[in-house]
């Protein structure tokens, strides 16, 4: 089962075209590792699959429950560690989990926590948090490992172990190179 | 483009509605940046009124057109804030990604519409108690607060979710918003007139029904518009 697909994606921002001529499919288990130096693309082709950019050309498809973290993606800063997932879960139709998945990222003392006084890789748990709460079929994630520590790391190569279903993974780190079972470096 | 697996569904549209008004709510409340805006503005307007008018008394038409001057900046002091500040505090691709952008679009509107309405009955009570204005109709007098602050509520949010993405969002969503509130404003002095004794109290709810309707209008107008202006990959399926 092809779980999310792209035919000649490409996107350009005024005249210059960042990607162009993109193709892959992704099935259960398939853990993508999109690799490329700083404005090769990476963040677009993600960008483009969670539906935050349209393509200039070409087209996707991807499986309807995904979930999506990036480190510009900013959380609310007002709102605390379980009030994000209890407004998610509400949006998504599905159970909070709050607990269990901060426990899981290692983020349970700051639960009640307003966000806004998180460091750089407690949001990133946080954000990694709100990908998986829905249980996603697609997980699209751009440099997931870049704030976080040693435990952090621990975390969410476990997360990608147990994860049943297929990840894009954007990263510069070359430790996270551990994760991809394909790759695909844009230049 | 299309949906793989078009089995699951985000929940049902009146849910999303409500989670979003809650979240609002909350960052409202533990903020108060919007309600102390426009409710500063308001009560300065309000006290440099009563100094003012320490010798005279305004007549009613008068009297009517501070006061829907008065709660028309005071709304649109305050309220694009709701938009624009996602886009500022870049939370703006994280709603999107979580919510389909109608009902972020209403929640967002139900919460500046509510706080609208409130900084509204709050400041015309103390101007008519502090200017001493004789209200001859109280039932016309709360029923134009309710809908110009329903009708100023939608315009203002109308114009600040369509600058969502412009460089100059604060000075364009105030021009943007401007010709939806000249006639707001007209109709706010005719309705707000009648009911402080100026012309028949008929005309008076004519216009407080013109002004629903306009308000009712941007309502319905928003969710249809504001998600194709807000994100190109809005036909994304997630979003259909």
């Known amino acids: ?187 | 483009m299309a949906s793989i697996s078009p089995e699951t569904s985000p929940a049902p549209w009146l849910s999303q509605v409500r989670a979003v008004f809650a979240k609002e709510w909350i960052t409202e409340m533990r903020s108060r940046h919007g309600i102390f805006v426009s409710g500063l503005f308001g009560v300065t307007a309000v006290i440099a009124l009563v100094f003012a008018s320490y010798t005279f008394k305004p007549s009613p038409l008068l009297a009517a057109g501070i006061l829907s001057v008065i709660l028309t900046f005071s709304s649109l002091l305050g309220v694009p804030r709701l938009f624009i500040s996602e886009e500022e505090q870049r939370t703006f691709d994280l709603l999107m990604v979580l919510v389909d952008p109608g009902p972020a679009y209403f929640g967002k509107t139900l919460v500046t519409i509510v706080t609208t309405a409130l900084t509204g009955f709050l400041l015309s009570l103390l101007y008519v108690v502090m200017v001493g204005i004789p209200v001859e109709s109280w039932p016309l007098f709360w029923g134009s607060i309710l809908v110009l602050s329903l009708a100023l509520g939608a315009s203002v949010s109308f114009a600040g979710a369509l600058v969502l993405g412009a460089a100059n969002r604060w000075v364009l969503a105030a021009a943007v918003a401007m010709p939806f509130l000249f006639p707001l404003v007209a109709m706010g002095v005719g309705a707000l007139g009648a009911a402080f004794g100026d012309g028949r109290e008929s005309d008076g709810w004519r216009n407080c029904l013109a002004i629903l309707g306009m308000g009712v209008c941007l309502l319905a107008l928003g969710p249809a518009l504001v998600p194709t202006v807000w994100r190109p990959g809005s036909n994304h399926p997630r979003k259909k």
């Not at chain 1, 779980?3 to 000649?8: P, S, T, V, W, Y």
């Not at chain 1, 279903?165 to 394909?182: C, I, Q, W, Y």
């Open chain 1, 1 to 187: 089962m092809v779980l999310a697909q792209a035919q000649n994606l490409g996107r350009k921002f005024g005249d210059r075209w960042v990607i162009r001529r993109l193709e892959f499919e992704l099935r259960p288990r398939d853990v993508l590792l999109l690799t490329g130096n700083n404005g090769s693309g990476k963040s677009t082709v993600l960008k483009i699959l969670a539906g935050l950019l349209s393509p200039s050309e070409g087209s996707f498809q991807i499986a309807q429950r995904f979930g999506y973290s990036a480190l510009d993606l900013a959380v609310y800063p007002a709102l605390t560690a379980r009030e994000h997932l209890l407004f998610s879960a509400k949006v998504r139709n599905c159970p909070d989990r709050a607990d269990e998945l901060l426990r899981q990222l290692g983020l349970q003392r700051a639960i009640d926590q307003r966000a806004g006084e998180f460091s750089t890789g407690m949001r990133a748990r946080l954000k990694l948090a709100l990908a998986i709460q829905h249980k996603p079929d697609v997980l699209l994630l751009d440099e997931p490992s870049a704030a976080l520590d040693e435990a952090g790391q621990e975390a969410l190569a476990n997360l990608l172990e147990e994860f049943e279903g297929a990840v894009l993974l954007a990263t510069n780190e070359k430790e996270d190179g551990r994760f991809g079972t394909l790759g695909l470096h844009l230049s």
